[in-house]
C-alpha cells in the first residue's frame, strides 16, 4: 500500500459490482456485513473490478453518459465477464430529495418499502455532483478536483461508497475515502489545509440518513462555502436522471478496464484533534482540563463513539459507563435520536447508574447531540437551546439568537428578559435556520448561534456548520473554563445557566394527514389544500377575541391563548399538518385543540383522528 507523509492509510481500486437482482439484493443479506456492525471494516471490495469510461473527461462531463453505454467489466484475477445484467429499474431520481440531503431506501426487507437507492443510482448522482462541481468550481484543467467520502453506521454505507467512488472517479476527480465518519468532518475537510491529508477537498459526501431506519440511506453534500442547499440538490438529481437514462443496456462486460485509484486517509483524527484543541484552548491551555470529570457517551451504535476516546480521555475524562459506542447499523439499543424518548431515557440511566458529571448523546452522523446533567435533568429541544443561547451571550451580549419555528413562548422570555439577547423565531428545517442567520449578519443584525429544536445548532465560529460534537464543546469548554475559575467542578454550573427558563407542563407534536386520493382535493396538490387550511384557521382567529396571532411568524399560523400556544405549519416535505400545543395545564391544551378542531372541521381530507384523541384524554 502506498503512503503520503504516514497519514494514508491505503491506496485501493473501486469495485465495479452490481447485483444480479437489483430490487431485491442478496449482497446485504446473511453474514455479509455481520463483521462491519462490530467494528470499521477495511475497504471492502479491494481490486476486485476495473471499469471504463473512455470518452470521460474533466471539462468534457456531458460525455459521461455516452462512455457508459459503452462500460465493459473485468474482475481482477479471473476471467473476463461476458454475462449481461438485466436492465436498470427506473428511477423517478427527484423523489429522492429530502430537502437539502438525498435519502432513499437501500436495502429490501421493510414491507411497502421498494429498494430505490441502488448502486447504479448511486454512481449516477455521483457522476452528477462531479459536473456539478467542475461547473461551480470553473476550474482552467490545471488541477484535477477531489472529492471526499464518508458514512456512517448503516449497513447499506460500504456499497454506496464503493458507488459514489466509481461515479466521481469515472467523471475524472479523484476520490478519497474517509470510511467511517461524521458529517460535520466531511464538511471540515474542505477547510482544513493539510497536504499530508490530501486537504482541502473540492467537494464532500457524507452517506446517512440520520437517525431513520436500518433499511434508508441517503446523502448531504458539502463544499467550502457550506452544505448545497435544496436547489443545488434538484440540480444534481435531475442531471442523475439524465445520466441514469443513458446507462441502458451498458452492464455488459469486455476485457477493457481503467483503473480508478482511490486514496483512503485518517481524517477523522484531524477533525477529533481540533475538538480537542478548542477545549485545552479555552481551559488555558491546560493539557487535561477535564481531569475529575466524569462523562458518558452514548452513540447510539451511529458514527460517534470516537467522542469518548478520542476527545474525552485526552483530556483527562473518565468514560466509564459510555455506552452503544461500537458501530452498528441495526441500531439495535435504540434509536440515535437526541429527540427520541426512549433514546433519552438510556443516556439519563446511564448517567445515574454510573454517578456520572455528565452524559453526551449523539444523532447517528453526529450533527445533532443532547446532554443530560449529574441529576438527570435533560437538555434537549428548547433546554438545549436555552443552555446554549446562555454561553453563547456570554461571549456576545445582545446577539440574535436564530431558531425554528416550534420553540416554546418561555424560550423567548428567557433569551430576551434574561439573557438580554434577541429570539429571532424563523422557519423549521435546520438549513432554513442556519441560511437566516447567515442572511441577518449579512445585512448587519448580529447573530452567532442558529439552531433547531431538534438538536442541530450551528455558530458562526464554525463556519455555521451544524455539528453536534462542537456544540459539546461548547459545553465542555464551559465545565473547564469554570473549573479553571475556581467556579467548582460538576455539571451544576450548565445547571445554573438555564436557571429561570420557564417550560410548559405540556407539549405536545400531533401530525395532521393529508389524504392525497381524497375527492376533496378536487385533483390539487396536498400543498394546495394545507395552504387552504391554514388559511381558513387563519381567518377563525380573527373572530376570536380569546386567541392572539402572532405579531412576527414565518411559518404556518401561531397562536396564543388559554395561557399557551398552538402553531399548525405545513410539513416541509410531506402530506401532513403537523400541529404543536404547549399550555400550562392539560386543560388549557386540550381548549386549543378544540379550536383547531373546529376551525379544521370543514376540510374532510384531512385526519383529525391524532387531534381527536387528544382531547378526549
Not at 471499469?51 to 473476463?80: E, K, W
Not at 457550506?226 to 441514469?244: F, N, S, T
Not at 448561534?449 to 451544524?466: C, F, P, Q, R, V
Amino acid at each position: 500500500m502506498a503512503a503520503m507523509s504516514g497519514k494514508i492509510v491505503q491506496n485501493v481500486f473501486v469495485s465495479q459490482w452490481y447485483p444480479q437482482n437489483r430490487q431485491s439484493s442478496t449482497q446485504f443479506q446473511g453474514d455479509h456485513f455481520v463483521p462491519y456492525m462490530r467494528k470499521f471494516l477495511p475497504f471492502q471490495g479491494g481490486k476486485v473490478t476495473l471499469t471504463d469510461i473512455s470518452s470521460m473527461h474533466l471539462r468534457n462531463l456531458s460525455n459521461y453518459q455516452s462512455g457508459f453505454a459503452n462500460r465493459r467489466t473485468v474482475h481482477c484475477n479471473a476471467a473476463p465477464s461476458t454475462t449481461a445484467l438485466s436492465p436498470l429499474d427506473k428511477v423517478d431520481f427527484l423523489k429522492l430529495q429530502n430537502g437539502s440531503d438525498i435519502r432513499g431506501v437501500a436495502i429490501p426487507g421493510v414491507e411497502g418499502e421498494p429498494v430505490n437507492l441502488t448502486e447504479p443510482v448511486a454512481e449516477a448522482i455521483a457522476a452528477a455532483f462531479s459536473a456539478w462541481l467542475v461547473e461551480k468550481k470553473k476550474i482552467d484543467g490545471s488541477r484535477r478536483l477531489s472529492v471526499s467520502i464518508g458514512h456512517d453506521s448503516r449497513i447499506s454505507a460500504q456499497t454506496l461508497q464503493d458507488a459514489i467512488s466509481r461515479g466521481i472517479s469515472g467523471a475524472g476527480l479523484d476520490v478519497i475515502q474517509y470510511g467511517l465518519a461524521s458529517t460535520p468532518a466531511m464538511f471540515n475537510s474542505t477547510l482544513t489545509d493539510s497536504a499530508a491529508y490530501l486537504c482541502p477537498v473540492d467537494g464532500s459526501i457524507m452517506i446517512t440518513a440520520s437517525h431513520l431506519p436500518y433499511n434508508r440511506n441517503g446523502f448531504k453534500f458539502f463544499t467550502s462555502a457550506g452544505g448545497l442547499g435544496k436547489p443545488d440538490i434538484k440540480d444534481i438529481l435531475e442531471r442523475a436522471a439524465d445520466i441514469y437514462s443513458k446507462f441502458k443496456d451498458g452492464m455488459a462486460s469486455s476485457e477493457e478496464k481503467v483503473s480508478a485509484l482511490v486514496k483512503r486517509v485518517d481524517y477523522m483524527s484531524v477533525y477529533t484533534s481540533g475538538l480537542v484543541n478548542a477545549v485545552r484552548k479555552a481551559a488555558g491551555n491546560l493539557e487535561k482540563p477535564l481531569e475529575g470529570f466524569h462523562i458518558v457517551v452514548d452513540a447510539g451504535n451511529g458514527a460517534g463513539g470516537f467522542f469518548a476516546a478520542k476527545v474525552l480521555e485526552p483530556l483527562g475524562a473518565v468514560t466509564f459507563g459510555s455506552q452503544f459506542l461500537e458501530p452498528d447499523g441495526m441500531f439495535p439499543n435504540h434509536i440515535p435520536n437526541p429527540e427520541d424518548k426512549t433514546a433519552m431515557k438510556a443516556i439519563t440511566k446511564a448517567v445515574l447508574d454510573n454517578k456520572a458529571d455528565l452524559g453526551i448523546i449523539f444523532d447517528t452522523d453526529v450533527d445533532r447531540s443532547a446532554a443530560v446533567d449529574s441529576t438527570g435533568r435533560e437538555f434537549n429541544r428548547n433546554r438545549l437551546i436555552a443552555l446554549m443561547s446562555a454561553i453563547v451571550l456570554e461571549e456576545h451580549p445582545g446577539t440574535t439568537i436564530v431558531t425554528d419555528s416550534v420553540t416554546s413562548d418561555g424560550l423567548t422570555t428567557f433569551i430576551e428578559k434574561k439573557l438580554g439577547g434577541k429570539h429571532h423565531r424563523f422557519k423549521r428545517g435546520y438549513k432554513n435556520v442556519i441560511d437566516e442567520a447567515i442572511r441577518l449578519n449579512s445585512i448587519g443584525e448580529e447573530s452567532h448561534l442558529a439552531i433547531e429544536t431538534s438538536g442541530h445548532g450551528a455558530l458562526k465560529e464554525n463556519h455555521w456548520l451544524d455539528d453536534g460534537a462542537y456544540l459539546m464543546v461548547k459545553i465542555l469548554n464551559k465545565l473547564a473554563s469554570a473549573r479553571a475559575a475556581g467556579q467548582g467542578i460538576g455539571s451544576k454550573v450548565l445547571t445554573d445557566l438555564v436557571e429561570g427558563l420557564k417550560e410548559p407542563a405540556v407539549a405536545v407534536e400531533l401530525r395532521l394527514k393529508i389524504n392525497q386520493n381524497h375527492p376533496d382535493l378536487k385533483g390539487g396538490s396536498f400543498r394546495n389544500y394545507g395552504e387552504a387550511v391554514l388559511k381558513h384557521l387563519e381567518n377563525s382567529i380573527e373572530a376570536d377575541e380569546m386567541l392572539r396571532k402572532a405579531p412576527v411568524n414565518y411559518e404556518g399560523v401561531r397562536v396564543s391563548g388559554f395561557g399557551g400556544w398552538f402553531l399548525l405549519r405545513l410539513s416541509l416535505h410531506d402530506p401532513v399538518l403537523p400541529l404543536n400545543i404547549e399550555a400550562s395545564s392539560h386543560d388549557d391544551a386540550v381548549k386549543l385543540g378544540h379550536f383547531v378542531l373546529a376551525a379544521t372541521k370543514e376540510f374532510s381530507a384531512l385526519d383529525t383522528s391524532a387531534l381527536d384523541k387528544f382531547v378526549q384524554v
